[in-house]
Nanobody
Framework: QVQLVESGGGLVQSGGSLRLSCAAS????????MAWYRQSPGLERELVADITKGGLTRYVDSVKGRFTIARDSGMHTLYLEMNSVKPENTAVYYC?????????????WGQGTLVTVSS
């Protein structure tokens, strides 16, 4: 099992910056991939950015060049640096971890942190 706790959400003005953190605990040594997702009201949850244990990253096109995903070497903490934020970035942001449990890969989720961008 992997437990995830997000923090860092809040109210930020358009054009501002915010840094989200996700603290992982439990069987962290089995984590192979972590990601940030977001969900806006009335919309499906979408992948924002992800990172492998080896450090490979991917971003949704709409945040490329503005958001940066990073993690510590032990996959204990995941970050999302959000710069030049826009009102459309308003959402609940969720941390996710994929870990090998027994012989299968399982996905774990945090409770989410709300980011509100004012215009």
């Amino acid at each position: 099992q992997v437990q995830l706790v997000e923090s860092g959400g809040g109210l930020v003005q358009s054009g501002g910056s915010l840094r989200l953190s996700c603290a992982a605990s439990g069987s962290v040594s089995n984590v192979v991939h972590m990601a940030w997702y977001r969900q806006s009201p009335g919309l499906e949850r979408e992948l924002v950015a992800d990172i492998t244990k080896g450090g490979l990253t991917r971003y949704v096109d709409s945040v490329k060049g503005r958001f940066t995903i990073a993690r510590d070497s032990g996959m204990h903490t995941l970050y999302l640096e959000m710069n030049s934020v826009k009102p459309e970035n308003t959402a609940v942001y969720y941390c996710s971890a994929n870990a090998l449990v027994d012989v299968s890969m399982r996905q774990f989720w945090g409770q989410g942190t709300l980011v509100t961008v004012s215009s």
